[in-house]
């Protein structure tokens, strides 16, 4: 299956400030990558579809220009929580779909202070 | 969209018992059905899946069976070990790397020594 990288593991930022996200998928070419988006004792729920080279989908109750998703390359998508606040607070967790199912990145542990 | 149910959200066992958590999904059109093992802090563990050409998959102590027709799905655990505690999520998606995955609200079992 695929090998999923993301970074950071744990990033701390102050309210209002933007935090970027990396996820990369090493071995395999994605043209789709997807965020989930976890609270505390919560199940993954999905933010948003990324493509590569077009815009992401975004669930209902997602606000787009406050999650920025960039897919440039079939290797590299990156999620932007711009002007954050205590209540982003959360695990994000980017996915890459190929044949064999689904390959989860380590996630990112996010408290907004 | 999909909508998947899981239950129950927490469940007790002891050690040496078997253990069962059942899904539903609403999506007749999805057709792959993976269960997965997470560890706080951790990204989800594929432990099995199966699809819908398969009523029933087995790996050791893990199996699965897929009703189609009702539109649900159970994963029975053997001789459960303490080890196996952890919080458990089913999901439901397409065979297709670019069809997202749904997720179940999670089932946190705790298997007593």
Known sequence: ?113 | GENVEQHPSTLSVQEGDSAVIKCTYSDSASNYFPWYKQELGKRPQLIIDIRSNVGEKKDQRIAVTLNKTAKHFSLHITETQPEDSAVYFCAAGGNNAGNMLTFGGGTRLMVKP
């Open chain 1, 1 to 113: 299956g695929a090998v999923v990288s993301q970074h950071p593991s744990r990033v701390i930022c102050k309210s209002g400030t933007s935090v970027k996200i990396e996820c990369r998928s090493l071995d395999f070419q994605a043209t789709t990558m997807f965020w989930y988006r976890q609270f505390p004792k919560q199940s993954l729920m999905l933010m948003a579809t990324s493509n590569e080279g077009s815009k992401a989908t975004y669930e209902q109750g997602v606000e787009k220009d406050k999650f920025l998703i960039n897919h440039a390359s079939l290797t590299l998508s990156t999620l932007t929580v711009t002007s954050a606040h205590p209540e982003d607070s959360s695990f994000y967790i980017c996915s890459v779909g190929h044949g064999g199912g689904y390959t989860f990145g380590s996630g990112t542990r996010l408290t907004v202070v």
